[in-house]
C-alpha cells in the first residue's frame, strides 16, 4: 500500500477563525447574484433629473468649449489683427484667414492690419482649442454658446466673419473708427482703452451719422486726463 501524502493542516487558530467567518461567507454567497445591481438599485430612489432641451437651454459647464467668437475692444475695435496664427496651429485646417491693411478711414483693429475674411469650417473643427492658445491678442476664444451646429447645406457650416465677431460692448462703437488718440496698439493690448472717447464718437457721427451704436455709445476720459495718462504710462 502506497503512503498517502500529508494533507495541509491549519494551525488552531487559523482554522477557527475560518469557521466563525463561515456565516458571512454564506451571506457573501448569497448576496453575490445581486450585488452587481447595487448601483442601479439605489438610483431608482433618486430623483429624475431630465433637462427639457431643446425647449429649455442646454447647461453646460463653465469651461465648456462652444462655438468661437471675435472679441473687440471696450471701444468697439476689432482685436483680430490677420495674423493667421490661429489658422497655423489647426490641426484640422478648418479656419481660413486673409488680412488687411488698416487705413486712415477704415481703422477696424489697433495696429496696422485687421482680419479682413474669418472663416471656421465647423464640418472641419475638431473643437481642440488650439487655435485659443495660438492667438496674442485673445481675439479669439471659446463661447459656452451651445449652438446646433448643423445646416441644409455644407456651406451654411462654414461660419463667415459676421458670424463670429462678438456684439459691440455696451457703450462702444462699431467699426471701423480711429483709435483712441495718443494710443499704440500696446495700450489695447495692455488693457489700457476702457472704452470710446468723444473725438471717436464725434468722427463716426460725421462719417455714419445713421450708425445705431451711436444712440447708445458713453465716452470716456481722453489722453488728457489725468487716469487716462497714468493707464497709459
Not at 438610483?43 to 427639457?52: A, L, Y
Not at 495696429?111 to 465647423?122: A, F, K, L, S
Not at 491678442?137 to 465677431?165: C, H, N, Q, W
Not at 445713421?210 to 493707464?231: F, H, I, R, Y
Request: charged share 25%; with cysteine; proline share 11%.
Amino acid at each position: 500500500m502506497t503512503d498517502q501524502p500529508d494533507q495541509p493542516t491549519r494551525p488552531d487558530s487559523d482554522h477557527e477563525a475560518w469557521l466563525r467567518d463561515a456565516p458571512a461567507r454564506g451571506l457573501a454567497a448569497l448576496f453575490a447574484p445581486v450585488a452587481g445591481y447595487g448601483v442601479t438599485i439605489s438610483s431608482m430612489f433618486r430623483p429624475v433629473v431630465t433637462e427639457q432641451y431643446p425647449f429649455e437651454p442646454a447647461q453646460v459647464m463653465p469651461r465648456y468649449h462652444g462655438r468661437h467668437r471675435l472679441n473687440r475692444y471696450e471701444d468697439g475695435l476689432e482685436k483680430c489683427i490677420g495674423c493667421e496664427l490661429c489658422a497655423w496651429a489647426c490641426p484640422a485646417d478648418a479656419i481660413y484667414v486673409e488680412a488687411a491693411s488698416n487705413e486712415p478711414g477704415q481703422q477696424y483693429s489697433p495696429g496696422e492690419r485687421y482680419g479682413r475674411v474669418y472663416q471656421i469650417n465647423y464640418l472641419r473643427c475638431i473643437f481642440c482649442g488650439l487655435c485659443i492658445e495660438a492667438c496674442p491678442t485673445r481675439a479669439l476664444t471659446m463661447s459656452t454658446d451651445f449652438d446646433e451646429l448643423v445646416g441644409p447645406t455644407r456651406t451654411g457650416l462654414i461660419y463667415e466673419k459676421e458670424d463670429l465677431l462678438a456684439p459691440v460692448p455696451a457703450g462702444g462703437l462699431e467699426s471701423p473708427h480711429p483709435m483712441v488718440a495718443g494710443t499704440e496698439d500696446g495700450d489695447y493690448y495692455r488693457g489700457a482703452v476702457t472704452g470710446p472717447t468723444q473725438e471717436q464718437i464725434d468722427w463716426v457721427r460725421a462719417h455714419r451719422p445713421e450708425d445705431p451704436s451711436l444712440s447708445t455709445a458713453q465716452p470716456v476720459p481722453g489722453p488728457e486726463d489725468p487716469a487716462m495718462k497714468e493707464a497709459l504710462r
